[in-house]
């Protein structure tokens, strides 16, 4: 039983709830689908907390929502967004159940492709905060992020486009520029370190292999979970 912490965004949550049906049908055949528990919060609220640091506060929410999945039967917990990981630990010390990191996940599907420079693209807070390319480095990835312009409009588009289901083209053609300049620095990969992001950018979109990390994420869980 796979627990999922989701609703930043439910945009981002329905895919990983795709996926996760999806690989166990492909694994298992039939009609077979995915044990999930799902636990949607609120993603205004969480926000809120995150635009005025109160990173304490969404810790304990996720917390306490991680318990709550937890009682209700999950033997396995997924944050379902990149940034709410700079809250892991606090979620992790919650339960007594495994809690699947998404940066080691994707670390280890970069390492195992030969790759330890990438770009990393995602809020202003997964890449500009330390959490996300310190958990990446101890695993022998080294993280590239764009410039300080850059970086704004890749936020800007998650949270006044993409959370919000809009997906332009105009802001894909952004994120192409963005990509572009990462791999002139020297990013051999890029890591899509947002989740709503690889509703917007696929492997056409960049010259370098793109890693998708809710896809990594639920990937990973999955195998996990079926063994």
Known sequence: MIGMLGGMSWE??????RLANTLVRERLGGVHSARVLLDSVDFAEVEELQRTGRWQAAGELLAARAA??????????????????????????????PVLHLADATAARLTGAGLDRVGLLGTSFTMEQ???????????????????????????????????????????????????RLVEQGSQGIILGCTEIELLIGPEDSPVPVFPTARIHIEDAVERALG
């Open 12 to 17: 981002s949550s329905q895919e990983y709830y």
């Open 68 to 97: 709550a999945l937890e009682a209700a039967g999950a033997e396995l917990l997924l944050i379902c967004t990149n940034t709410m990981h700079v809250v892991y630990d606090q979620v992790a010390a919650a339960v007594s159940v």
């Open 130 to 180: 330390p959490f996300y390319r310190e958990r990446l480095a101890e695993r022998g990835v080294t993280a590239l992020v764009p410039g300080d312009e850059d970086r704004a409009e890749v936020h800007r588009v998650i949270y006044e486009e993409l959370v919000r289901g809009v997906v332009a083209d105009r802001s894909r053609e952004a994120y192409r520029a963005v990509i572009a």
